[in-house]
C-alpha cells in the first residue's frame, strides 16, 4: 500500500485545543481520488491521524510513564526545568487535579481521535453494502473506534457510544462499557485481515486487544475495587491470544532493541503500532529524546540534535533488575537492560585526576556515519560528542569524531554528565540536570536534526511478546503455573541477537514475578500504569510518591470537558475523589 494513506492528515493544533466532549467535529473534505481503494483510504486516514500527537511525552506516554513507579521528572536546575506548573509532580504523587495539563491535553486528543472515527464511520455506512473495499474499510474504522474507547476506559472509566456525528454520545461506564467495546472487536474481527502492516487495524490486532480487554475487564468493572479475575475471561484472554500466534504471521524480535528502532515498521513482532515513516509531517521523535541528557548528541550529522533531561527511572524500578539477577550486573544477564553500540577503551576509563578542565586529550576516535549512543538504561559517567555551545560543529580528528566524557555547563557550573540512582521530588540536592539513570529505548531518529522532530521509529502500541505474556497472565490466573512458565520463558529465550546477554530460563513463576517481568519487557511503553492496577501495586509508596487512594486509579475528567458540558446536566459526572 503507499504510503499515500498516511499524508492527508489535517493539522492537529487547533483542533486539539478544543474539549470535543460530545464528539462533534465537522465533515472533512480530503479531496480524494476517485477510486474506491482511495476513496477508502482517504475517509479513514484522519482517524488515524492524531494517534501520533496523543502518544507524545506531553500526552498520554507521559500520563502513563510518570504515573507509574517506573518513570520520576524533578524539576531540575535552579531555574526549575521540567517543573511545568507541577503537572508531573500531580501524576507522579497521584494527586492529580481537574486542570491538568496532561490530563487535559490527553483526553482532548483522544476525543478527537473518537471524533475522527465517527466521521469516517458515517462516511463509509452508505457505500458499505454495495462496495467490498468501503465495507472492509467501515470495519476496520468501528475496530479502532472501540480501541479508542478501550483507552478512555482504560485511563477514565468511560466510553462514548455514537454512531453519527449529529447524534449525542452516549456514557457508558464499568459493565455497560465492556460489553460494548467487547461487540464492536467481535463485529469486525473477521472482516479484517493482517495484510496492511502494523500501522493499520488487522484482525491480529483486534484479537490482542480483545485480550486486552478481557484481562483487564475486573478491573474495569469495579475501578476501586479488588479484582476478580474470572475464569471465563481467562478462558476468553487464552483463546484470543492463541489466535494471534496461531496465525505465524508474527515473530519475537532476536535483538530487543530492534524492536524500538528506525526501521521497525518492517519488524515481525509488531502488531499494531504508530506509522511515523517519514511521509507523515507530524512525525516526532519525542520518545527517543525525552529522557537523555541535554549534553547528550545522539547524531554526527546534527549537532543541534540533544537531549532534554527529561525524565528518569525510579530507585525501586531500577532495584527490581538487581534483585532479579542477584550478583550480576542487569546489562551481563539480561539483553533488554542495556545494548553497548561503543566501549569506552580501558585506559580511558578511570577519570581519577581527569576534569573538564585538562581532559583535551581524553578521547577516542569514532566514524561519524555509523556512530550510535548506547540503548536501554543508562548509568554512570556518559561519553558522546562534545561541541563548544549548541549548535556548533564537532571536535574532530583526520575526519573522524572524539568521543569524550560528557560534561553539563549548567547554573555557573562546568562538569561530568554522571547518572546517579538517586532523584525524587523533594530534595534540593537531587535537583542536578544530570541525577537518575536515564533511558534510551526508541533510537535516537537518524533524520532529527532538532532530536524532536522528524521520528522514523513507529510507536508500539501492541506486539508479541505481550500477547504471549498476556496469555501466561490468564493461565496463572487459573492456576496453570506450568503453561505460564513456557511462554514467559519462550519470550526470554527468544533476545538471542547477543547470546552472552539472553535472559536465562525462570525455574518458576509466581504472580510477583510475571509482574515484574512485565516490567523488564515493557519497560518505558505504555503498560505500566495498567499493570500496576490489575496486579495491585499502584497504591504502592515508592520515591515521592505516598498516596494510597484507590480512586487515583482513574484520572480526573478535566474540568474544560465538564464545563462544556454543563447545559446537560448530568452528562458528564466527574470521577470520584475530584
Not at 518513570?71 to 492529580?96: A, C, F, M, V
Not at 532476536?254 to 515513516?277: C, V, W
Not at 553500540?341 to 576516535?365: C, E, K, R, W
Not at 535537583?431 to 532538532?450: C, I, L
Request: contains cysteine; negative net charge; charged residues 20%.
Amino acid at each position: 500500500m503507499k504510503n499515500k494513506f498516511f499524508i492527508t492528515i489535517l493539522a492537529l493544533s487547533a483542533l486539539a485545543a478544543t474539549g470535543c466532549t460530545d464528539l462533534s467535529e465537522e465533515i472533512i473534505d480530503e479531496s480524494l481520488d476517485a477510486t474506491t481503494e482511495n476513496l477508502t483510504l482517504g475517509v479513514m486516514a484522519p482517524a488515524y491521524g492524531p494517534l501520533t500527537d496523543a502518544f507524545t511525552h506531553t500526552k498520554n506516554y507521559g500520563l502513563q510513564l510518570i504515573s507509574s513507579d517506573q518513570g520520576i521528572l524533578p524539576p531540575r536546575g535552579s531555574g526549575n526545568d521540567w517543573y511545568d506548573g507541577g503537572k508531573y509532580i500531580e501524576l507522579k504523587q497521584h494527586n492529580t487535579t481537574t486542570t491538568n495539563v496532561v490530563v487535559r491535553d490527553t483526553w482532548n486528543a483522544f476525543t478527537l481521535m473518537l471524533s475522527r472515527t465517527v466521521t469516517a464511520i458515517e462516511r463509509l455506512q452508505p457505500l458499505a453494502a454495495t462496495n467490498p473495499e468501503a465495507a472492509k474499510g467501515l470495519a476496520e474504522m468501528r475496530a479502532l473506534r472501540a480501541y479508542y474507547n478501550m483507552l478512555m476506559l482504560d485511563n477514565w472509566g468511560i466510553a462514548f457510544k455514537k454512531d453519527a456525528a449529529s447524534a449525542p454520545s452516549v456514557i457508558l461506564r464499568k459493565q455497560e462499557a465492556v460489553s460494548y467495546i467487547e461487540s464492536e472487536f467481535l463485529a469486525t474481527v473477521n472482516d479484517l485481515d493482517n495484510t496492511k502492516g502494523p500501522g493499520r487495524m488487522s484482525q491480529a490486532a483486534v484479537n490482542g486487544f480483545l485480550a486486552q480487554l478481557y484481562l483487564n475487564a475486573a478491573v474495569y468493572r469495579d475501578p476501586y475495587g479488588t479484582p476478580v479475575f474470572a475464569t471465563i475471561d481467562m478462558d476468553k484472554v487464552i483463546e484470543y491470544t492463541s489466535k494471534v500466534i496461531n496465525t505465524g504471521a508474527f515473530t519475537l524480535s532476536p535483538e530487543y532493541f530492534a524492536i524500538f528502532d528506525d526501521n521497525n515498521h518492517s519488524n515481525k513482532e509488531l502488531i499494531f503500532a504508530i506509522d511515523q515513516r517519514q511521509d507523515l509531517t507530524t512525525s516526532h521523535n519525542r520518545l527517543g529524546y525525552w529522557s537523555l541528557s541535554g549534553s547528550q548528541y545522539p547524531l554526527a550529522a546534527f549537532p543541534k540534535a540533544n537531549g532534554t533531561d527529561g525524565p528518569a527511572i525510579t530507585p525501586e524500578f531500577y532495584q527490581t533488575w538487581v534483585q532479579a539477577n542477584g550478583s550480576v550486573d542487569p546489562a551481563q544477564a539480561d539483553a533488554r537492560f542495556y545494548k553497548a553500540n561503543f566501549t569506552v577503551p580501558a585506559n580511558l576509563q578511570n577519570l581519577t585526576g581527569i576534569s573538564p578542565a585538562n581532559d583535551s586529550g581524553h578521547y577516542f576516535l569514532v566514524n561519524g556515519s555509523t556512530y550510535e549512543i548506547n540503548r536501554g538504561i543508562q548509568r554512570g559517567i556518559q561519553w558522546g560528542l562534545r561541541n563548544s555551545a549548541n549548535g556548533q560543529p564537532f571536535q574532530t580528528e583526520s575526519g573522524q569524531y572524539k568521543i569524550y566524557p560528557m560534561i553539563e555547563q549548567r547554573d555557573g557550573f562546568t562538569k561530568y554528565v554522571n547518572h546517579v540512582l538517586e532523584v525524587d521530588l523533594e530534595d534540593p540536592t537531587h535537583k542536578d540536570y544530570a541525577d537518575g539513570y536515564r533511558v534510551s529505548k526508541y533510537q535516537f531518529s537518524r533524520t532529527s536534526d532538532t532530536g524532536r522532530n522528524r521520528g522514523n521509529a513507529d510507536i508500539v502500541l501492541l506486539r508479541l511478546a505481550d500477547i504471549y505474556l498476556m496469555r501466561a497472565e490468564a493461565q496463572l490466573r487459573k492456576g496453570n503455573a506450568a503453561a505460564a512458565l513456557t511462554d514467559v520463558n519462550l519470550v526470554r529465550a527468544s533476545r538471542t541477537a547477543r547470546p552472552a546477554v539472553t535472559p536465562q530460563p525462570l525455574s518458576s513463576i509466581t504472580l510477583n514475578t510475571l509482574y515484574r517481568e512485565r516490567g523488564f519487557e515493557f519497560y518505558w511503553e505504555f503498560s505500566r500504569r495498567t499493570d500496576m492496577i490489575r496486579f495491585g501495586h499502584y497504591e504502592d509508596t515508592y520515591t515521592s510518591k505516598t498516596n494510597n487512594d484507590v480512586r487515583k486509579r482513574l484520572f480526573p475528567i478535566p474540568q474544560s470537558a465538564i464545563d462544556g458540558a454543563s447545559s446537560s446536566p448530568g452528562y458528564l459526572v466527574q470521577n470520584e475523589g475530584y
